[in-house]
Each structure stands twice: as C-alpha cells, then as structure tokens.
C-alpha cells in the first residue's frame, strides 16, 4: 500500500470535499431550475389558453351588442323608455 504524502493530506481532507460538495450542490440546483422552467412553461400555456378563450368570449359579446343594438331598432318608440 503507498503511502500518502503529508503535504497532499490538506488537499484530501479539506478541499477535496469542498469540491465534490460544491459540485453536488450545482447539480442539484440546475435540476430545481429545470424544474422551475418546465412549471413555468406550463404556466405560459395556461395563460395562452385563457388568453384563448377570453378573446372568444370578447368576440360573442361583441356580437351579442351588434344584435342588441338591432333589436332596439325594432321596438316602438312608445315602450322605449
């Protein structure tokens, strides 16, 4: 069995540990990132979604005000108000 020469033991036993705890940790927080940008997307698709459907309501009350409007035409002055 070699030994270990002393002047590597600092190495060994302090930054090595850092190293491998820093790059443990980098990988775990771009997994969370990941993550957040797949909630994300889904949340950009959601609100196009929506977007979506309030502009086909918005065109249905627009056509609903162009019929009120023609029925108003069609009643009698005298039961207008």
């Known amino acids: 069995m070699s030994k270990i020469p002393p002047e590597l033991l600092p190495v060994i036993q302090i930054t090595l540990p850092i190293v491998v705890t ?4 980098g990988w775990l927080q771009n997994k ?3 993550d ?3 909630r ?3 949340l950009v698709v959601r609100v196009t979604a929506i977007e979506a459907r309030l ?3 918005e065109k249905t009350l627009a056509g ?3 019929r009120i ?3 108003e035409e069609r009643i009698p ?3 207008r108000r």
């Open 22 to 25: 820093l790059f443990i940790a």
């Open 32 to 34: 969370r990132f990941d």
């Open 36 to 38: 957040l940008n797949k």
């Open 40 to 42: 994300i997307d889904d």
């Open 55 to 57: 502009l086909a309501i």
């Open 64 to 66: 609903f005000g162009e």
């Open 69 to 71: 409007a023609r029925l």
């Open 77 to 79: 002055p005298l039961v």
